[in-house]
């Protein structure tokens, strides 16, 4: 019954009423207007461009979600700001959560996020649902994209083959974390890139000077064949003890004004960086796309409470909940 309420605009629906059979990946445009909060935004291929709301946008009516499948992974990193593990919870009954919110919460373009990115605690690949989670935001006219360590894509007898066609059907983009201890994303790149046209962003953790150096390294190296490098901070969270260095900040200012002045890839920071980019005393960081402010953007954790959080550092805090109590048939 409410399925029938929505009024959220499929791009690919209108286009095929004018006789025309897009390819998933003609993104088109959308738009929202939301005059109570002073804010008007229009989505342009995988691109917002807003005007300044005069408040925040209620946590259930924002343009970008970070989504958690569950707080397993296939990883064991020191500094994961999530504490994901092996035996970490998965989330059951994903898709029909999922499904729940665009019946019941999302049912209109105004309230409908654009994008989301799955994977903001633990590895959504080894969600048993991943590919269903996937094609159920496309059906939906939202836009999935991904972070992921890429140890699956190195292993042959996984369903890397299902996933990756799924990726390239549905998704806007990849972010590959690409980190010094981790020795599967080299070998992810390559499938991804040699079995698909998806795009490929680098996630890199800024910490120490050495660290970098090795991100130093990676955009020399990869120049081109990457889409976005996007350089996140460590933050003490989770595993991590410790946050990124000053030093650090002052010495990747100058690594990324030089891949701007020099490099083919652009260079984009994550929503964490804020602190040291408004620092009077640091230097000045200019010309790189910094995420989401959280006055956008939220994160989802599809658990028995289905519940809105401010960021995917912070989980604890419970924006908004469809449920007070656990919906154990979730
Ligand atoms: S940082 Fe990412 S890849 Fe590493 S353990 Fe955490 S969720 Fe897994």
Same mark, same amino acid.
């Given at each position: 019954m ?5 009024? $959220?605009v ?13 390819h998933?990946?003609?993104w *088109? ?17 995988l691109i917002?461009?807003r ?9 259930t ?8 499948? *569950?707080?397993? =992974?296939?990883?064991? =990193?020191p $500094? =994961?700001? &999530?504490?994901?593990?092996?035996? *970490? ?12 919110l ?18 903001s605690e ?6 048993p ?5 996937l094609?159920?935001f496309h059906?939906? @006219?939202v836009?999935?994209?991904? &972070?992921?360590?890429?140890? +699956?894509? &190195? ?7 299902? +996933? ?24 992810? $790149?390559?499938?991804?890139s ?8 680098l ?18 190296e990869?120049? @081109? ?6 350089i ?5 969270? *989770? ?23 020099? @490099? ?5 920071? @994550? ?5 040291w980019i +408004?620092?009077?005393d ?18 989802l954790?599809?658990?028995?409470h289905?519940?809105i959080?401010?960021?995917s ?14 919906? +154990?048939f979730?």
């Open positions: 409410l399925s029938e309420m929505r009024t $959220f499929n791009v690919h629906d209108d286009l095929k009423c004018w006789g025309v059979d897009p998933p990946k003609d *088109g445009w959308k738009s929202r207007n939301n005059p109570e909060y002073g804010y008007a935004s229009i989505w342009h291929n917002t461009i005007s300044k709301a005069k408040e925040p946008l209620p946590p009516q924002c343009e970008f979600y970070d989504v958690s499948l *569950g707080k397993m =992974c296939n990883m064991y =990193c $500094f =994961c700001y &999530t504490n994901a593990y092996g035996l *970490g919870q998965v989330y059951p009954n994903v898709v029909d959560k999922i499904k729940y665009f019946d019941n919460v999302w049912y209109d373009k105004n309230v409908a996020p654009y994008q989301v990115a799955i994977g633990g590895e959504p690949t080894i969600h649902d991943f590919i269903e989670v094609k159920t059906e939906n @006219g836009v999935p994209n991904y &972070t992921t360590n890429g140890k +699956i894509f &190195t292993e042959p007898d996984s369903n890397r083959d299902e +996933i990756v066609k799924a990726t390239d059907m549905y998704c806007g983009g990849v972010a590959l974390s690409a980190n010094e201890h981790n020795t599967y994303w080299r070998e992810a $790149f390559d499938f991804i040699q079995t698909s046209n998806i795009k490929i962003n996630h890199m953790i800024a910490s120490d000077l050495n660290s970098i150096k090795y991100i130093q390294d990676i955009m020399k990869y120049d @081109g064949r990457v889409w976005t490098y996007v996140l901070p460590l933050v003490a969270n *989770g595993r991590s003890k410790k946050c990124m260095t000053d030093e650090a900040y002052d010495a990747l200012v100058k690594v990324i004004n030089e891949q701007r002045e020099t @490099g083919k890839t652009q260079v984009a920071v @994550g929503a964490r960086m804020y602190p +408004i620092d009077p640091r230097p000045a960081l200019t010309g790189v796309q910094a995420h989401e402010p959280e006055m956008f953007s939220k994160n954790v599809l658990d028995e289905i519940r959080t401010p960021s550092f912070d989980t604890r805090t419970t924006l908004w909940q469809a449920f007070d109590d656990p919906k +154990i979730f």
